[in-house]
Nanobody
Framework: QVQLVESGGGLVQAGGSLRLSCVASGRTFTITAMGWYRQAPGKQRELVATITNGGITNYADSVKGRFTISRDNAKNTVYLQMNSAKPEDTAVYYC??????????WGQGTQVTVSS
């Protein structure tokens, strides 16, 4: 199993920046990709960004050019740098890990609120 713990959420004004962190523990050697998803009230969970072990990234169109996902493999940590935040970015952000041996783990989520 892989356990994920997010941190860094909070309140930010529109146009501001925030950095989320997610630390993985457990069978981290099985992880092949990590990512961030978000869920706003009344909406389905949606992909924000993903990054593979090799550093290949993928972003939702709504965050391209504003958010950056990065990864420190030595620290088993993935980051989400959020710049130029918008009120529509308000959501609970979840860290996700995908890997071999049926690894499909979620963190508990961290709230991000962007005020207008």
């Amino acid at each position: 199993q892989v356990q994920l713990v997010e941190s860094g959420g909070g309140l930010v004004q529109a146009g501001g920046s925030l950095r989320l962190s997610c630390v993985a523990s457990g069978r981290t050697f099985t992880i092949t990709a990590m990512g961030w998803y978000r869920q706003a009230p009344g909406k389905q969970r949606e992909l924000v960004a993903t990054i593979t072990n090799g550093g290949i990234t993928n972003y939702a169109d709504s965050v391209k050019g504003r958010f950056t996902i990065s990864r420190d493999n030595a620290k088993n940590t993935v980051y989400l740098q959020m710049n130029s935040a918008k009120p529509e970015d308000t959501a609970v952000y979840y860290c996700h890990a995908l890997g071999v041996q049926y690894i499909n783990s979620w963190g508990q989520g961290t709230q991000v609120t962007v005020s207008s």
